[in-house]
């Protein structure tokens, strides 16, 4: 998968990531994670070049959010986790411009809250279903929030409402709140490896891999690269009482075309899980497509 094309090429598990930038990144990612973690590191990484050549010159329930300072070149240890820190120091990213109660953009333009509760803020009017839903709408209002050094959605109407310590939790039982607790964890966890990501993989995340990366336990202190931006749109292939397979849109930097990636769902405890098998890890990475015709789009307010 080419994100950006350049003279020199690399592979990185797999796939090839062009762009000069991609130097770097050398050695950057080395640890063995399932096929989604693999495939959201290479669009992460692609984002991050294209931001540093375009951008270089209290939760309302009292529970505790995690991250501490860190950067590309020398993380600091997972002991040195502060659950109060807004801003985390990473090499090519500043991330000062986003401060507590103001709105920024983040690399499609697409607006960034940043709450005054570290854990987040509700947005809208949730509305529980004991029941699961399968209707979608045409477009979902959302709010994206800046919040552990990352970005998160949250949906007008179908969560995230709380926190199980640093996890969102609290999504309706809906085909909505399974996709955007997929966009959550895939923005939130997968490409990560400090406590937040731990606890995601520990508790929420079930594939052929996630023994061995809950193995690794918290290797870094915080976010150690730039946030990915939360998904455009998604589509539903599946959706049954408490399982739900999503495909979700994320636009490529500077082109009118988005990466896809297929997240099967499972609804368990009242929470929506990534679940999946070797065979669904292949099928993680799905077609580019160059409109969001027929998708539920997302509208980040």
């Not at 003279?7 to 950057?28: H, P, T, V, Y």
């Not at 240890?77 to 807004?86: A, S």
């Not at 499609?108 to 947005?123: D, L, R, S």
Request: glycine letters at 10%.
């Amino acid at each position: 998968m080419i994100l950006f094309k350049c003279g020199n090429m690399i592979m990185l598990s797999g796939f090839i990531l062009g762009n000069i930038g991609c130097e770097l990144w050398k050695g950057a990612v080395t640890m063995k994670v399932n096929r989604v973690a693999i495939v959201l590191v290479v669009l992460v990484i692609a984002i991050i070049i294209a931001v540093y050549f375009v951008s270089r010159g209290e939760n309302g329930d009292g529970k505790e959010t995690g991250s501490v300072e860190s950067s590309t070149l020398a993380i600091p240890g997972p002991d040195e986790f502060d659950p109060e820190q807004r801003h985390f120091p990473r090499e090519f990213f500043d991330d000062s411009q986003y401060q507590v109660g103001e709105y920024v953009v983040d690399w499609n333009g697409n607006p960034v809250y940043t709450p005054h509760a570290v854990n987040g803020e509700p947005f809208g009017e949730f509305e529980p279903r004991e029941e699961m839903d399968c209707s979608l709408p045409g477009v979902v209002n959302a709010q994206q929030q800046y919040v552990h050094g990352r970005f998160m959605l949250v949906s007008e109407h179908d969560g995230p409402t709380n926190f199980d310590h640093l996890v969102p939790t609290g999504y309706a039982h809906s085909a909505v709140g399974a996709a955007v607790a997929a966009s959550n964890t895939a923005t939130m966890a997968t490409t990560y490896y400090d406590q937040l990501a731990f606890e995601y993989w520990r508790d929420h995340i079930h594939t052929p891999d996630a023994a061995e990366r809950v193995e690794l336990g918290a290797k870094t202190a915080g976010p150690h690269h730039a946030p990915l931006p939360g998904m455009n749109g998604f589509k539903i292939e599946t959706c049954s009482s408490n399982i739900v397979v999503a495909h979700l849109a994320y636009k490529n930097v500077g082109s009118e075309s988005w990466i896809v990636f297929r997240l099967p769902m499972r609804w368990a405890n009242g929470m929506w899980e990534v679940i999946g098998d070797d065979l669904d890890g292949e099928r993680t990475e799905q077609p580019t497509i160059y409109s969001l015709d027929g998708w539920v789009k997302v509208n980040a307010q």
